[in-house]
């Protein structure tokens, strides 16, 4: 009788939870998803009146990931400090401020300062979110929390294919189009950003929203979880990286989010050019079947998330996705035709997207504390560098080939990368000697 009470007070407050803060942060993510990969759009503008050839747009596009490696760890140490509110506030600020200035790009330098700068402001961002979440829900409810929260991120590449062509027609105030979809898709962060000082909630204990009965089961329950893996936190930051074999899945896990990033921020800052390269003509149109992946994406990426959760298995969960989207890109190398090379980028972008909430579920079970919010930033950080690689690599040779096929080529490779690192680390039957699966 007990085991059915905390059962369904466990699911009420799932619920409450749920219900308070993924849509909050959901909206959080899409606008920082937005500022990040809007440059895609900009760049159908941008390249021709600033004379930014497809190597110049794509190292500064992947600039960002620059400023995210170097800054990652040392804001998510701060956030442990200050706190999710407070941080999570003055990023979005900060990032806002700086988006809104691409306005003043004229040179290739001025876009690679502000790039990396954007990803200094926005570096604890996303890890710091999924420390929050962490924090907040239990073990067996994260993947799907997370699948939901990152759902934002498909439904930016919606948000942005429908909006930015708006911006981008506006030419008033001696401004041009480019330089209205920056201003206008940066400034709303700014004022997000005062929105989250005010709503969130730093600890569960603080949550009287939730109600007494139902705070106290929350805390009991990650009190619980934290207490059954007490190595992780023992003997400061570094001491739950003193076995080998953790270090091991960090390394795995790194290398399977590089292959992941490779491919999303790839499509993601090079899609427009695609679809207009494809003889695509109208602004509206690019915009319309750019955001035909994501919304694809979004749907399955909940669902693949649901199942991780229900089934207990997080690695086949990303290396099946990953594999499906290697061999989509495969196949879109060898197409020539709109229809095929479409269908072939919204199954990869499925697979991408709906890898993200099981493979977050496998670093948060493996670290807790501050341990986890370093072990967290190491693999967003380096893992992101597919950020920088990927744009960089895919500008280099379309400047070279001007044709699709060895961009996609290199792509799929990138997600077999992915597949092969999930495949190796085995963590939902034996994460380690420590640890046990989520």
């Not at 003193?242 to 921020?265: H, P, Q």
Request: hydrophobic share 50%; proline share 4%; net charge positive.
């Amino acid at each position: 009788m007990d085991t059915t009470i905390d059962e369904n007070i466990g699911t009420q407050v799932i619920s409450k939870l749920t219900r308070r803060m993924v849509p909050f942060l959901f909206v959080l993510y899409i606008v920082a998803y937005l500022d990040r990969i809007n440059v895609g759009f900009a760049a159908l503008q941008m390249q021709q009146q600033l004379k930014f050839n497809d190597a110049t747009y794509g190292l500064g596009a992947g600039m960002f990931f620059a400023g995210y490696l170097v800054f990652q760890v040392p804001s998510n140490l701060v956030m442990q400090r200050v706190g999710a509110r407070r941080w999570i506030a003055l990023i979005m600020v900060s990032w806002g401020i700086v988006s809104s200035s691409f306005i003043f790009v004229t040179t290739p330098r001025s876009f690679y300062f502000l790039r990396f700068l954007l990803g200094v402001a926005e570096a604890g961002f996303f890890p710091g979110v999924i420390i929050y979440l962490k924090n907040w829900f239990p073990a067996a409810a994260q993947a799907r929390t997370v699948a939901r929260f990152m759902t934002a991120g498909a439904l930016s590449g919606v948000v942005g294919g429908l909006v930015s062509p708006a911006l981008l027609g506006i030419h008033a105030l001696k401004l041009a189009g480019w330089q209205w979809l920056f201003l206008g898709e940066g400034l709303p962060s700014v004022v997000f950003g005062g929105m989250v000082a005010v709503y969130l909630t730093d600890h569960p204990k603080d949550a009287h929203w939730l109600g007494e009965e139902h705070r106290n089961w929350l805390v009991e329950t990650l009190r619980g979880e934290k207490e059954s893996h007490p190595a992780a936190d023992r003997g400061g930051v570094w001491a739950a990286f003193a076995e080998g074999k953790v270090w091991y899945y960090l390394v795995l896990l790194i290398a399977a989010y590089f292959g992941a990033n490779t491919f999303g921020y790839t499509i993601s800052f090079f899609l427009p050019k695609v679809i207009k390269g494809l003889s695509v003509r109208s602004t509206f149109i690019i915009g319309l079947l750019s955001a035909i992946p994501y919304v694809a994406a979004a749907v399955f990426m909940t669902i693949a998330g649901e199942h991780s959760d229900r089934t207990r298995e997080r690695h086949l969960h990303v290396a099946a996705p990953a594999f499906a989207g290697a061999l989509a890109m495969g196949v879109a190398a060898y197409s020539t035709s709109l229809t095929a090379i479409m269908v072939c980028l919204t199954v990869a972008l499925m697979g991408v997207w709906s890898i993200y909430g099981p493979f977050w579920a496998i670093p948060s079970n493996l670290l807790t504390g501050t341990a986890a919010a370093v072990g967290i930033a190491l693999i967003n950080s380096l893992g992101n560098l597919g950020g920088l690689f990927g744009p960089w690599a895919i500008g280099k040779l379309n400047d070279r080939t001007h044709a699709n096929k060895d961009s996609f080529l290199l792509l799929c490779g990138a997600l077999a990368l992915t597949g092969l690192a999930a495949l190796l680390l085995r963590v939902s039957r034996n994460p380690s000697p420590r640890r046990r699966q989520a």
